[in-house]
């Protein structure tokens, strides 16, 4: 039981490059999200997705792109990538709404230089 | 503007104290709060509260929620090294998007 996982797991790239970081989820649930996490701001949330197909942006999109064309996966693109775009990034996942918790992945340390 | 709020943001225990986290919310349209841990890794889920006045335990964690008040504490009785650790609230308002709503965390150090 794989749960949900995020490639890579660590990331160095270079300013102006797109990166993409992966999640993918075995649970099947319907709503995923992508945090970024940085010293003084705890999280906070970049894009999130109630079903294939159906995002938002949470508070902090600008610079990303997500999609979500299949249930179990919800990859983020950094378009051009910047040195404040320097993170940990969490996806998680919630199978609905009401009495369900929210799973975090690993986390993918990204690092822009 | 929704907001969570916890209190303090950092904390320093001995091994044996007991310590109360704090979490105060303004959200419309509230379903519920939840706790979770976070070590040097991925946040994990502790509690979750729905009702006013009804304790959840898990050994020496327990937290209760105030809806009238609009707070949570997290109480943790007999500290030990092994919990330390980011502790994060989180709020659900009950958006079609089943987005949580965080707060900033307290972190906690517990020293031997």
């Known amino acids: 039981d794989a749960g949900i996982t995020q490639s890579p797991r660590y990331k160095i790239t270079e300013t102006g490059r797109q990166v993409t970081l992966m999640c993918h989820q075995t649970?099947?649930?319907?709503?995923m999200f992508w945090y970024r996490q940085d010293l003084g701001h705890g999280l906070r949330l970049i894009y999130y997705?109630?079903?294939?197909?159906?995002?938002d942006k949470g508070e902090v999109p600008d610079g990303y792109v997500v999609s979500r064309s299949k249930t179990e996966n919800f990859p983020l693109t950094l378009e051009s990538a910047t040195r404040s775009q320097t993170s940990v990034y969490f996806c998680?996942?919630?199978?609905?709404?009401?009495?369900?918790?929210?799973?975090f992945g690993p986390g993918t340390r990204l690092t822009v230089t | 503007e929704d907001k969570v709020v916890q209190s303090p943001l950092s904390l320093v225990v001995h091994e044996g104290d007991t310590v109360t986290l704090n979490c105060s919310y303004e959200?419309?349209?509230?379903?519920?709060l939840l706790w979770y841990k976070q070590e040097k890794k991925a946040p994990t889920f502790l509690f979750m509260l729905?009702?006013?006045?009804i304790e959840k335990k898990s050994g020496r964690l327990s937290s209760i929620l105030d809806k009238k008040e609009l707070f949570s504490i997290l109480n943790i009785t007999a500290t030990q090294t092994g919990d330390s650790a980011i502790y994060l609230c989180a709020v659900d308002r009950g958006s079609t998007l089943g987005r949580l709503y965080f707060g900033r965390g307290t972190q906690l150090t517990v020293w031997p």
């Open positions: 729905t009702s006013s006045g």
């Open positions: 649970w099947s649930h319907s709503y």
């Open positions: 959200v419309t349209n509230f379903r519920s």
């Open positions: 998680a996942s919630r199978l609905g709404l009401g009495a369900y918790e929210q799973y």
């Open positions: 997705s109630a079903a294939a197909d159906i995002t």
